[in-house]
């Protein structure tokens, strides 16, 4: 088993930065694990944000975010971090923290239960 918890969120000004925090435990957990970042607004389903290989070998980022937004991970610690500079109201939704397997195209079979992240105008 994979346990994934999310910390971090809360809410922020337009234009300010969060950063979020992903612990991972469980036997089954190892550093070989694919991890995710992935949002849901309200009323909209929940998509992808951004990935991170094992190792932190390569990443990848959906559009909405590239720039703004930073995956990394501490494979010692066992935890992901998501910075998140420059917000806007349109980053607004639960967070979630993913751990699978797979490049370029990952799989995810562990979510923690999300953290929430408000942005206000």
């Known amino acids: 088993q994979v346990q994934l918890v999310e910390s971090g969120g809360g809410l922020v000004q337009a234009g300010g930065s969060l950063r979020l925090s992903c612990a991972a435990s469980?036997?089954?957990?190892?550093?070989?694990?694919?991890m995710g970042w992935f949002r849901q607004a309200p009323g909209k389903e929940r998509v992808a944000v951004a990935h991170i290989l094992w190792g932190g070998l390569s990443t990848s980022y959906t559009d909405s975010v590239k720039g703004r937004f930073t995956i990394s991970r501490d494979d010692p610690k066992n935890t992901v971090y998501l910075q998140m500079n420059s917000l806007s109201p349109e980053d607004t939704a639960v967070y979630y923290c993913a751990a699978g397997r797979g490049w370029p195209a990952p799989t995810y079979d562990y979510w923690g239960q999300g953290t929430q992240v408000i942005v206000s105008s």
């Open positions: 469980g036997r089954d957990f190892n550093s070989y694990y694919t």
